[in-house]
């Protein structure tokens, strides 16, 4: 995987692989730190590999691991002194994907959380220790893909259904059955609260997201489909905050596809 960590004083391009984690410059030109992942001494079927990456609490990045671990490393404000500072043991399942907080979080609600294989959620605290606030068991379906916005957790799950979650309590909010697939990717415009969500059923869609001030409940909007013919989509991003441009690749593709308003 691949990603933008955007933190108060610097922007680093991540990269995660079979052999470990790798951190960048913004412009990719310059290796700022690389770690190398332990490979213990386990039966060749059993894949080691970095996956998720998410920036959280201002200097921190953490990256997840095929063991279950989530690594949380201390960037500092520049130069290339960054430190391995903590090691999060929750999850019995490889990472899958990872998130921090999009929008303004409620109260108890944490600002980053993680999902693995199993389908399991945590969610934690950032700080000088990383604090775990709550767990949401799953149900034997992975969840490949996860978003938090508001206190709230998108998830995307290999049977096609999209989630919401309450980040504070661990409670569903909402079910969608988005696709006839698996889920490959999500995000969250963090001006709207559009959802972008990417399967292998070829179709990418938007979703709007909003909470009905009046009963508190999570409302679901679907705003737009897009097939990508002949294509599994593995990769969909928002391309601007407000969610009005995206873009789309697949397996086996060579190009990305961007979308805007006609």
């Given at each position: 995987?691949?990603?933008?960590?955007?933190?108060?004083a610097?922007?680093?391009?991540?990269?995660t692989s079979?052999?470990?984690?790798q951190?960048?410059?913004s412009?990719?030109s310059?290796?700022?730190?690389?770690?190398?992942?332990?490979?213990?001494?386990l039966p060749?079927?059993?894949?080691?590999?970095?996956?998720g990456?998410?920036?959280?609490?201002?200097?921190?990045?953490?990256?997840?691991?095929?063991f279950?671990?989530v690594l949380?490393f201390?960037?500092?404000?520049?130069?290339?002194n960054?430190?391995l500072?903590e090691?999060l043991?929750?999850?019995r399942?490889?990472?899958?994907?990872?998130a921090?907080?999009?929008?303004q979080?409620?109260?108890?609600?944490?600002?980053?959380?993680?999902?693995?294989?199993?389908?399991?959620?945590?969610?934690?605290?950032?700080?000088?220790?990383?604090?775990?606030?709550?767990k949401?068991p799953?149900?034997g379906?992975s969840?490949?893909?996860v978003?938090?916005?508001?206190?709230?957790v998108?998830?995307g799950?290999?049977?096609g259904q999209?989630?919401l979650?309450?980040?504070?309590?661990?409670?569903?909010?909402?079910?969608v059955?988005?696709?006839?697939r698996?889920?490959?990717a999500?995000?969250?415009?963090?001006?709207s609260?559009?959802?972008?969500?990417g399967?292998?059923?070829s179709?990418?869609?938007v979703?709007?997201l909003?909470?009905?001030?009046?009963?508190?409940?999570?409302?679901?909007q679907?705003?737009?489909?897009?097939?990508?013919?002949?294509?599994?989509?593995?990769?969909?991003?928002f391309?601007?905050?407000a969610?009005?441009?995206?873009?789309?690749?697949?397996?086996?593709l060579?190009?990305?596809?961007?979308y805007?308003?006609?």
């Amino acid at each position: 995987q691949a990603a933008w960590c955007q933190l108060p004083a610097r922007v680093l391009l991540v990269l995660t692989s079979q052999r470990g984690v790798q951190m960048y410059d913004s412009d990719g030109s310059t290796m700022v730190f690389w770690h190398a992942l332990d490979v213990p001494e386990l039966p060749a079927a059993h894949s080691v590999f970095a996956r998720g990456i998410a920036a959280a609490g201002g200097r921190f990045v953490c990256v997840g691991t095929s063991f279950g671990a989530v690594l949380v490393f201390d960037v500092p404000p520049k130069g290339t002194n960054v430190t391995l500072s903590e090691v999060l043991e929750q999850h019995r399942d490889p990472i899958t994907d990872m998130a921090a907080e999009q929008g303004q979080a409620p109260d108890g609600a944490g600002d980053l959380v993680t999902a693995d294989d199993s389908g399991t959620l945590c969610l934690w605290s950032s700080g000088e220790e990383f604090t775990l606030l709550g767990k949401i068991p799953g149900s034997g379906c992975s969840c490949s893909s996860v978003a938090l916005w508001n206190g709230l957790v998108a998830a995307g799950y290999g049977n096609g259904q999209i989630r919401l979650w309450e980040a504070a309590s661990g409670r569903i909010r909402a079910q969608v059955s988005a696709h006839a697939r698996w889920i490959y990717a999500l995000d969250l415009a963090p001006l709207s609260g559009k959802l972008l969500s990417g399967a292998e059923d070829s179709f990418v869609h938007v979703w709007k997201l909003s909470r009905n001030p009046d009963t508190d409940d999570i409302e679901v909007q679907h705003c737009h489909a897009e097939c990508v013919t002949d294509t599994q989509v593995c990769g969909a991003r928002f391309c601007d905050p407000a969610g009005d441009t995206f873009a789309v690749t697949g397996y086996d593709l060579s190009e990305i596809l961007c979308y805007g308003p006609a």
